[in-house]
């Protein structure tokens, strides 16, 4: 059912009845907010929940257990608003455990997923493809699969930066010291040889202009939130609200931070709200 109107965070920490049913987007900090973005403009009437875990930035040099438990926090946390689908807008979230979610919870998981296969699909010169992505992801299975599953011609590589989600954290989208360190990273490849790079981060999308400015002219920046944001509104089979008022509830983890706030505000397309800490943070 889809309703107008905020959420009553009081009668949800009474442990109410809640009748509207949302959609989560999930990532292990503020790198999610892009594809949130997406979502809101692809689904301007729906009721969205943004569940950033920053108490646990970064994601990527963690062990797969315990990114395990904290995605079965975030889905104790979302319990009482009706979730009718969980996106999980963070690339290491989806490789560790999104296939473990779906075995446990019975709604729609949708992961994100690097865009490989349209950067290989791309018409233009036969170039090589350079994925970049955090180190987590770099090193799992589920990402070798799918360039394994495209690569025919062995173009792709990948290169994980270890710095970028943690500069993302910090705000800091454009500095001398972000400037620097991806140019340390890029400079061990001739970067002439490629035609595109496929940012395999949430996080690294804020960077986009600044991937631009970086590489040889010509060079294609991809990414793969519009094609999961078009999975999820697939996954939700008709479960689409095309009326009434849309809301978004923001849940952070960890400190609350002045600067966050005021850059949620000014960059996101509606207005939203705050979600009350949780019991175990």
């Not at 350079?130 to 987590?136: A, D, M, P």
Request: negative net charge; hydrophobic residues 40%; glycine residues 6%.
């Amino acid at each position: 059912m889809c309703q107008p109107g905020n959420f009553n965070f009081d009668i949800i920490k009474r442990k109410g009845s809640v009748s509207m049913e949302s959609i989560v987007v999930f990532d292990s900090g503020l790198g999610g907010i892009t594809a949130l973005i997406e979502a809101i403009h692809a689904m301007p009437h729906e009721h969205f929940i943004y569940y950033g875990d920053t108490l646990h930035v970064p994601y990527g040099p963690k062990d797969p257990d315990t990114i395990k438990s904290y995605l079965d926090h975030m889905m104790e946390f979302v319990a009482p608003y009706h979730p009718k689908a969980v996106l999980l807008a963070c690339n290491t979230a989806t490789v560790t455990a999104a296939d473990y979610l779906r075995h446990r919870y019975r709604l729609p998981i949708i992961g994100m997923e690097p865009a490989v296969k349209p950067a290989i699909e791309r018409d233009g010169e036969n170039k090589r493809i350079l994925v970049l992505s955090t180190e987590g992801t770099s090193r799992s299975q589920r990402l070798h699969s799918l360039v394994e599953r495209f690569d025919n011609d062995h173009l792709v590589d990948i290169l994980p930066l270890p710095n970028l989600v943690d500069f993302a954290e910090r705000l800091e989208f454009d500095t001398d010291d972000v400037r620097a360190d991806l140019e340390a990273i890029l400079s061990s490849f001739d970067l002439d040889d490629y035609g595109a790079v496929v940012l395999g981060c949430t996080h690294f999308i804020w960077y986009r202009d600044l991937f631009l400015d970086l590489l040889p002219k010509g060079v294609e920046v991809l990414d793969g939130n519009a094609a999961t944001i078009r999975q999820l509104m697939r996954k939700l089979n008709g479960n689409i609200c095309r009326e009434g008022a849309g809301s978004l509830a923001i849940h952070l983890t960890g400190k609350r931070r002045e600067d966050v706030m005021a850059f949620l505000k000014k960059t996101l397309p509606m207005d939203f709200s705050e979600i009350p800490k949780g019991h175990y943070e």
